[in-house]
């Protein structure tokens, strides 16, 4: 087990490398869907299998397909130009604190004490057990999110739209 | 009647409002006619008081009247109220009487000055503030007329006030006046310290209790004494009365003659329960007192404007009066203080209608011969220089003789021996002035000479009255003669004496004898001025060109302000303008301005972190959040 | 069989670093927002070890509605940038400074 998660998870790492360090952005958006990928594959080796299901379904399959859109939208043909020494410090002072951010969250984790972990549960499946509490104990933040992609869907119709000439 | 004792002050009051608030629509005879007025009835209610007061058996010759509670606080009390008794009684008869006598006269004198009305309306307010200040029962009431007094001298000391040299005049002597002030302050705080009272009659029952020499009493009466230098032009604080002179002529007659400027020796007088237990005071009053005599004195020989004469001239007959009260002869003190007020009030008003006849000069050097072009003034002046020069039977002459005898008698040889040399001076002096004015050659200015005319009788009668008042006003106090010294019989209830140590008790003859020789001194002062100026008329020019350090050096006035000048107001301007550059506009603006200019200068700065650029604005997100969560992981 | 809590949790912190960098160090404005969700996606990943780790489903609801947030958000977003794009011509991020002082 512990083999297949090495491997998805060195593919998720390389593709999350690739993401950030390709200079055309539709590579980056590619490499993404793999990244997204790999994630779901884990998410699988943890037992999750309805939330991998959403995460390639939704994820990968709807807002990676937003972003390929916009790419081509905007019909970005020349790779960007990345030398810029007006914001080299910038670009340091981001890499030395994301290598901060790292040693401090794992300094946390490592400082965390866990209480033990439980006993599988008998019984129902991944999705029903999500089923039964989205509709229970968290139905208000469910119904909340459904108002919350209605404006998204407003809000994204009225930014985009052409003004009428 | 006594219970309307309020209505003397109040009188001239009204007129003052009267006057003060509708006088610009009223023409000049009503405006003059409603402040002598006011005045005269104030007098009228005096001279009523006072014949009710004297059916009052010697021993309850104190009444007071309370009009209203002014502070109450605690056991703390101040009042409006008046006392009646010898001494303010004397007082307001010569403050009421001559004052209604100087508005009559400054009706004619003032006629075609512009301001009139403003004139009077200060007139009235000055008489109301001198009434107040010698008829009030405690020092806090005094005091209130004390200030009084000093605002309305410098209001009519600066009457001309377009003209630089009366504004200046009028700004110095309230400046000098506060000076004394300050010290008369300190006075009455350290009164109401000791004694928990402001009241007159509290105080000076507390007082007698203290041992001869109490150490808090010398201090309040020198404090209270430094007041009166400042008020009395006395050495130090004298040099704001010659330039006082400024002021319109009445002015001068009714407060630096008569009025305010006694105050001081009235203030001695009052207290003089509590100057009584201080001879370390006594001896200040009277050294200070002789020694302004003959300082004034020897300035007045050279001056030859004729009111500045006049000026140092009073400021030499008050030192008499503090000597007298220095050496305990507090009634001849305020004897003097009568006859003066009668004689130089005469000799001011007379200068005035000289002036008046004259177009306004006052230079000596300018007059000459006028006897025989002003009869009333030149008679009634001489009277007046006959009185002041303490010739027997004017009223000058008791009065001053009895302050000789007492300082040589009661005090020291030496006051005796200034006093008598001031008095040689001052008969010497006033009779220049006589002589340079009324005798001689006529060394007028043509287009004057044409002019020169005697005064209209609302200023002559008033010359008049005076006048009889200088030859019969030394009656009240013949001396030797048992029960004749009226004055002293009826004064004594008001006056702590002093404890003598041996009461030296002289003999008629002797005293007989100092008459004579005091009259031998005036005469030959008379006779040395007949010398100087008629006799030989170049004397004086080749005397002054044989001692001219001397001569420069009184003819400056011994430049005493122009040492003062230099030694205190050049210093206070200096420190003045350096607290102002240095410590407000460098200092307090500087600290004030300088934090502004260090936010401006900070936020010139800070502002460059508004980059616009976004991944700068990430970068500080995320440098928050790796702080805040290192700390809190940390702790 | 089980795979530990702590690999999960450092493989998420790795995804997350990528993340921060991409965001603080690319000028386009596209590969910014795919930065982020990346973020949000290694957020995820730690919720789900953390739900295994428990056995207890809540974990997973949380992921569920990140998931749907991240997905208004990137519409939304997604119809600035276009916005954006029509408006200034750019679609480099540190041309967009007007708000500099």
Same mark, same amino acid.
């Given at each position: !087990?512990?083999?297949?998660?090495?491997?998805?998870?060195?593919?998720?790492?390389?593709?999350?490398?690739?993401?950030?360090?390709?200079?055309?952005?539709?590579?980056?958006?590619?490499?993404?869907?793999?990244?997204?990928?790999?994630?779901?594959?884990?998410?699988?080796?943890?037992?999750?299998?309805?939330?991998?299901?959403?995460?390639?379904?939704?994820?990968?399959?709807?807002? !990676?397909?937003?972003?390929?859109?916009?790419? !081509?939208?905007?019909?970005?043909?020349?790779?960007?130009?990345?030398?810029?020494?007006?914001?080299?410090?910038?670009?340091?002072?981001?890499?030395?604190?994301?290598?901060?951010?790292?040693?401090?969250?794992?300094?946390?984790?490592?400082?965390?004490?866990?209480?033990?972990?439980?006993?599988?549960?008998?019984?129902?499946?991944?999705?029903?057990?999500?089923?039964?509490?989205?509709?229970?104990?968290?139905?208000?933040?469910?119904?909340?999110?459904?108002?919350?992609?209605?404006?998204?869907?407003?809000?994204?119709?009225?930014?985009?739209?052409?003004?009428?000439? | 009647?006594?219970?309307?004792?309020?209505?003397?002050?109040?009188?001239?009051?009204?007129?003052?409002?009267?006057?003060? =608030?509708?006088?610009?629509?009223?023409?000049?005879?009503?405006?003059?006619?409603?402040?002598?007025?006011?005045?005269?009835?104030?007098?009228?209610?005096?001279?009523?008081?006072?014949?009710?007061?004297?059916?009052?058996?010697?021993?309850?010759?104190?009444?007071?009247?309370?009009?209203?509670?002014?502070?109450?606080?605690?056991?703390?009390?101040?009042?409006?109220?008046?006392?009646?008794?010898?001494?303010?009684?004397?007082?307001?008869?010569?403050?009421?009487?001559?004052?209604?006598?100087?508005?009559?006269?400054?009706?004619?004198?003032?006629?075609?000055?512009?301001?009139?009305?403003?004139?009077?309306?200060?007139?009235?307010?000055?008489?109301?503030?001198?009434?107040?200040?010698?008829?009030?029962?405690?020092?806090?009431?005094?005091?209130?007329?004390?200030?009084?007094?000093?605002?309305?001298?410098?209001?009519?000391?600066?009457?001309?006030?377009?003209?630089? $040299?009366?504004?200046?005049?009028?700004?110095?002597?309230?400046?000098?006046?506060?000076?004394?002030?300050?010290?008369?302050?300190?006075?009455?705080?350290?009164?109401?310290?000791?004694?928990?009272?402001?009241?007159?009659?509290?105080?000076?029952?507390?007082?007698?209790?203290?041992?001869?020499?109490?150490?808090?009493?010398?201090?309040?009466?020198?404090?209270?004494?430094?007041?009166?230098?400042?008020?009395?032009?006395?050495?130090?604080?004298?040099?704001?009365?010659?330039?006082?002179?400024?002021?319109?002529?009445?002015?001068?007659?009714?407060?630096?003659?008569?009025?305010?400027?006694?105050?001081?020796?009235?203030?001695?007088?009052?207290?003089?329960?509590?100057?009584?237990?201080?001879?370390?005071?006594?001896?200040?009053?009277?050294?200070?007192?002789?020694?302004?005599?003959?300082?004034?004195?020897?300035?007045?020989?050279?001056?030859?404007?004729?009111?500045?004469?006049?000026?140092?001239?009073?400021? $030499?007959?008050?030192?008499?009066?503090?000597?007298?009260?220095?050496?305990?002869?507090?009634?001849?003190?305020?004897?003097?203080?009568?006859?003066?007020?009668?004689?130089?009030?005469?000799?001011?008003?007379?200068?005035?209608?000289?002036?008046?006849?004259?177009?306004?000069?006052?230079?000596?050097?300018?007059?000459?011969?006028?006897?025989?072009?002003?009869?009333?003034?030149?008679?009634?002046?001489?009277?007046?220089?006959?009185?002041?020069?303490?010739?027997? @039977?004017?009223?000058?002459?008791? $009065?001053?003789?009895?302050?000789?005898?007492?300082?040589?008698?009661?005090?020291?040889?030496?006051?005796?021996?200034?006093?008598?040399?001031?008095?040689?001076?001052?008969?010497? +002096?006033?009779?220049?002035?006589?002589?340079?004015?009324?005798?001689?050659?006529?060394?007028?200015?043509?287009?004057?000479?044409?002019?020169?005319?005697?005064?209209?009788?609302?200023?002559?009668?008033?010359?008049?009255?005076?006048?009889?008042?200088?030859?019969?006003?030394?009656?009240?106090?013949?001396?030797?003669?048992?029960?004749?010294?009226?004055?002293?019989?009826?004064?004594?209830?008001?006056?702590?004496?002093?404890?003598?140590?041996?009461?030296?008790? @002289?003999?008629?003859?002797?005293?007989?004898?100092?008459?004579?020789?005091?009259?031998?001194?005036?005469?030959?002062?008379?006779?040395?001025?007949?010398?100087?100026?008629?006799?030989?008329?170049?004397?004086?020019?080749?005397?002054?060109?044989?001692?001219?350090?001397?001569?420069? =050096?009184?003819?400056?006035?011994? +430049?005493?302000?122009?040492?003062?000048?230099?030694?205190?107001?050049?210093?206070?301007?200096?420190?003045?303008?350096?607290?102002?550059?240095?410590?407000?506009?460098?200092?307090?603006?500087?600290?004030?301005?300088?934090?502004?200019?260090?936010?401006?200068?900070? $936020?010139?700065?800070?502002?460059?972190?508004?980059?616009?650029?976004?991944?700068? +604005?990430?970068?500080?997100?995320?440098?928050?959040?790796?702080?805040?969560?290192?700390?809190?992981?940390?702790? | 069989?089980?795979?530990? #809590?702590?690999?999960?949790?450092?493989?998420?912190?790795? %995804?997350?670093?990528?993340?921060?960098?991409?965001?603080?160090?690319?000028?386009?404005?596209?590969?910014?927002?795919?930065?982020?969700?990346?973020?949000?996606?290694?957020?995820? %990943?730690?919720?789900?070890?953390?739900?295994?780790?428990?056995?207890?489903?809540?974990?997973?609801?949380?992921?569920?509605?990140?998931?749907?947030?991240?997905?208004?958000? #990137?519409?939304?977003?997604?119809?600035?940038?276009?916005?954006?794009?029509?408006?200034?011509?750019?679609?480099?991020?540190?041309?967009?400074?007007? %708000?500099?002082?």
């Amino acid at each position: !087990m512990e083999l297949i998660f090495f491997v998805l998870g060195g593919v998720a790492l390389i593709s999350g490398g690739l993401v950030v360090f390709q200079r055309h952005p539709l590579r980056s958006a590619l490499w993404l869907i793999v990244n997204f990928f790999a994630v779901a594959g884990i998410y699988l080796l943890a037992h999750a299998e309805f939330i991998a299901a959403i995460q390639i379904i939704v994820y990968a399959g709807a807002i !990676m397909v937003l972003f390929l859109f916009v790419i !081509m939208l905007l019909n970005l043909r020349q790779p960007e130009e990345e030398l810029r020494f007006l914001h080299l410090g910038q670009k340091v002072g981001g890499i030395i604190l994301a290598g901060f951010t790292v040693l401090l969250l794992i300094y946390t984790i490592t400082r965390v004490a866990l209480p033990p972990g439980k006993a599988l549960p008998p019984g129902l499946g991944n999705t029903e057990s999500i089923a039964k509490l989205l509709f229970t104990d968290y139905l208000l933040p469910f119904e909340v999110t459904s108002v919350l992609l209605l404006v998204a869907i407003v809000g994204a119709v009225v930014l985009a739209k052409t003004r009428l000439k | 009647m006594m219970d309307y004792v309020w209505l003397i002050p109040l009188f001239p009051f009204v007129g003052f409002l009267i006057n003060g =608030l509708w006088g610009k629509n009223l023409s000049k005879n009503v405006v003059g006619t409603i402040g002598s007025l006011a005045v005269g009835l104030s007098f009228l209610v005096t001279v009523a008081i006072f014949l009710e007061f004297l059916k009052l058996p010697p021993g309850s010759r104190h009444v007071e009247k309370v009009i209203y509670t002014w502070m109450s606080s605690g056991s703390f009390q101040a009042q409006v109220a008046f006392l009646i008794d010898p001494l303010s009684l004397i007082m307001l008869l010569i403050v009421s009487g001559v004052s209604t006598l100087i508005h009559i006269y400054s009706v004619s004198y003032m006629h075609d000055d512009p301001g009139f009305y403003r004139f009077f309306t200060y007139l009235n307010l000055f008489v109301c503030a001198m009434l107040i200040l010698v008829g009030a029962n405690n020092f806090l009431l005094m005091f209130v007329g004390w200030e009084g007094v000093g605002l309305c001298s410098y209001l009519l000391i600066g009457y001309y006030y377009e003209k630089q $040299s009366a504004s200046d005049a009028g700004k110095k002597a309230f400046v000098v006046n506060r000076i004394g002030d300050f010290g008369f302050l300190l006075g009455i705080f350290l009164i109401f310290w000791t004694f928990g009272s402001v009241n007159f009659r509290e105080v000076f029952a507390l007082a007698a209790q203290y041992p001869v020499g109490a150490g808090v009493i010398t201090a309040i009466t020198l404090f209270l004494f430094l007041g009166a230098t400042g008020k009395s032009a006395q050495l130090p604080l004298y040099t704001w009365l010659p330039d006082a002179m400024e002021g319109p002529t009445p002015v001068s007659a009714l407060i630096h003659a008569a009025t305010m400027v006694t105050a001081g020796v009235y203030m001695v007088a009052r207290c003089s329960a509590l100057y009584s237990l201080a001879p370390v005071s006594l001896t200040v009053v009277a050294t200070i007192g002789a020694a302004t005599a003959i300082f004034a004195a020897t300035i007045g020989m050279a001056q030859f404007d004729i009111k500045r004469v006049l000026a140092y001239s009073t400021v $030499s007959q008050l030192g008499y009066m503090f000597l007298a009260c220095g050496v305990g002869a507090y009634v001849s003190g305020i004897f003097h203080l009568m006859t003066h007020a009668f004689f130089k009030a005469l000799l001011f008003l007379g200068s005035g209608s000289v002036m008046h006849g004259l177009s306004g000069e006052l230079d000596m050097r300018k007059m000459g011969d006028l006897k025989k072009h002003m009869p009333i003034t030149y008679w009634t002046f001489l009277l007046a220089t006959l009185a002041i020069a303490g010739i027997f @039977p004017f009223a000058g002459f008791f $009065s001053k003789d009895e302050i000789l005898f007492h300082s040589l008698v009661d005090g020291k040889i030496i006051y005796w021996g200034i006093a008598t040399a001031a008095a040689f001076i001052t008969a010497f +002096y006033m009779f220049r002035a006589v002589f340079m004015t009324f005798h001689g050659e006529s060394r007028v200015d043509h287009h004057v000479a044409h002019h020169i005319h005697e005064s209209p009788p609302l200023m002559t009668v008033p010359l008049m009255i005076l006048a009889g008042l200088s030859v019969v006003g030394g009656f009240v106090g013949i001396p030797l003669i048992e029960g004749a010294h009226v004055f002293r019989d009826f004064l004594a209830p008001s006056i702590t004496p002093v404890v003598h140590h041996a009461a030296a008790h @002289p003999t008629a003859t002797f005293e007989v004898g100092m008459m004579l020789f005091s009259m031998g001194v005036a005469a030959l002062g008379i006779y040395t001025a007949y010398k100087f100026y008629i006799l030989m008329p170049d004397l004086p020019t080749i005397v002054s060109e044989k001692f001219p350090t001397i001569y420069d =050096l009184i003819y400056h006035k011994y +430049y005493v302000d122009e040492i003062y000048d230099t030694t205190v107001v050049e210093p206070i301007k200096e420190g003045s303008n350096i607290l102002w550059r240095q410590v407000d506009e460098k200092g307090i603006d500087g600290v004030v301005n300088g934090s502004a200019g260090i936010i401006a200068y900070l $936020s010139a700065h800070l502002r460059k972190l508004e980059t616009g650029f976004v991944q700068n +604005y990430a970068l500080a997100i995320l440098l928050g959040v790796v702080v805040i969560t290192g700390y809190l992981v940390g702790r | 069989m089980v795979v530990p #809590v702590s690999y999960y949790l450092a493989l998420s912190v790795a %995804l997350f670093a990528l993340g921060v960098i991409g965001v603080l160090i690319r000028r386009n404005v596209l590969v910014i927002m795919m930065c982020i969700e990346m973020m949000l996606n290694a957020v995820n %990943l730690a919720f789900i070890g953390f739900a295994d780790y428990f056995k207890a489903v809540d974990g997973q609801m949380f992921v569920f509605f990140v998931m749907t947030v991240a997905a208004a958000e #990137v519409a939304v977003g997604l119809a600035l940038i276009v916005a954006i794009f029509r408006n200034r011509g750019t679609m480099y991020v540190d041309e967009l400074n007007i %708000l500099k002082w």
